[in-house]
T-cell receptor
């Protein structure tokens, strides 16, 4: 089954304790991205990756890091989480071969992060 | 800068009604527009994808239209059911997905 898998689904952590949220897709997609969803603000892009070893900032990158060492994986790293990073996080992927951008985006089930 | 707006923000209707959800966007240079469904605390499920060259797409009781020149898309839900209750999001793709804040739909029996 084609899917985007995030782990963990729920996470409660303390301020300053480094954490990683994993994301994996099995569709051989080039493009992957991370979003956060907050009430009243909707979904906003954090980081994206056009392909292996190619990453770039989205609209709200502060406090986050990403890496893309393999095509299927795109982990989100919070080096020193703060309470304002409490949110619902989504990973997404889509095909982007030869610059074609008109392809469907697939989303993971989300990770609800609480930083206390 | 692309901005996406969805109206209404919330909608409550009795079962069986036909519904229209609206989505407007400011940048007509979109590659495609995608409609999603989100259940409380869950992920996003893709419903329909309309390419920039298309006018509409249909899947079962759902029909989505796209008018790039006016910057509008509509999602039509025929014969609504309680199981359709969810938040519906539209997203315009201009090199990245820009989301509206959604329409929260409740269909009661």
């Amino acid at each position: 089954e084609a899917q985007v898998t995030q782990n963990p689904r729920y996470l409660i952590t303390v301020t300053g304790k480094k954490l990683t949220v994993t994301c994996s897709q099995n569709m051989n997609h080039e493009y992957m991205s991370w979003y956060r969803q907050d009430p009243g603000l909707g979904l906003r892009q954090i980081y994206y990756s056009m392909n292996v070893e190619v990453t770039d900032k989205g609209d709200v990158p502060e406090g986050y890091k990403v890496s893309r060492k393999e095509k299927r994986n795109f982990p989100l790293i919070l080096e020193s989480p703060s309470p304002n990073q409490t949110s619902l996080y989504f990973c997404a992927s889509s095909l982007r071969t030869g610059g074609i951008r008109n392809t469907e985006a697939f989303f993971g089930q989300g990770t609800r992060l609480t930083v206390v | 800068k692309q901005e996406v707006t969805q109206i209404p923000a919330a909608l409550s209707v009795p079962e069986g009604e036909n519904l229209v959800l609206n989505c407007s966007f400011t940048d007509s240079a979109i590659y495609n527009l995608q409609w999603f469904r989100q259940d409380p605390g869950k992920g996003l499920t893709s419903l329909l994808l309309i390419q920039s060259s298309q006018r509409e797409q249909t899947s079962g009781r759902l029909n989505a239209s796209l008018d790039k020149s006016s910057g509008r898309s509509t999602l039509y839900i025929a014969a609504s059911q309680p199981g359709d209750s969810a938040t519906y999001l539209c997203a315009g793709n201009t090199d990245k997905l820009i989301f509206g804040t959604g329409t929260r739909l409740q269909v009661f029996p």
